[in-house]
Structure formats: C-alpha cells, structure tokens
C-alpha cells in the first residue's frame, strides 16, 4: 500500500491518495505534532486505487489552527503490526498562499 497527499502544504483541503493491490478499506488518522489524533477518515480502495479529501478541521468540525500533521494509514487485522509505520505522511496546512515549503515522509 502507497499514500500519497497533495497539495502539500494545503490551506483548505488536503487530498489523501492511496494505492493498493487489494480492494479493501483503509482508515486513515490525522494526528497533531504532541500525537493526538484530531481526525478519522474511512476510504474504500477500487480498482488499487482510492481517495479521499480532509478539511483541515478536526472529528468535531472545528477547524484546526495552522501546522503540521501526520497522516497515518492504519492497520489492517491480517497485516503485521511493524507495516503501519510505511504509510506516514508529514502535511502542512499553511495560512496564506506564499507558504510553500514541502513536507512529505514516505
């Protein structure tokens, strides 16, 4: 499995992309830099390929101060524990558009 986030840095809306070769669904935390998980998403992978866009606000609907956050496939049961960390992503959401450093772990 591949993740894929764009645009990155993002100001409203993070578009989360992931590749797999099984139809399946992924669930994807977004987390804060002090390791809280502010956010749940849920996709389904057809055809190896699924995605879907995060708002930049929290569980809650508030929308979240600028920053950087990792996103965080979560495992499946059938998968080894020691995969979860190869789907981590750093993402930065900006708060004006001359901020365009990119961030990206993979």
Do not use: T
Not at 4 to 14: A, I
Not at 46 to 55: C, E, L, N, P, T
Not at 58 to 80: C, K, M, Q, T
Request: charged share 25%.
């Amino acid at each position: 499995i591949s993740m894929r986030c764009y645009p990155n840095p993002f100001r409203e809306q993070l578009n989360l992309e992931v590749k797999s070769n099984r139809n399946q669904p992924v669930a994807l935390g977004i987390y804060n830099l002090k390791g809280q998980k502010v956010r749940s998403l849920m996709l389904q992978v057809h055809s190896d390929k699924g995605s879907i866009s995060w708002d930049g606000k929290d569980d809650s609907g508030r929308s979240l101060s600028p920053g950087l956050y990792f996103v965080i496939r979560n495992i499946a049961h059938n998968e080894d524990p020691q995969d979860k960390i190869a789907n981590l992503s750093l993402c930065k959401k900006g708060h004006d558009r001359s901020d365009r450093a990119p961030y990206f772990l993979k």
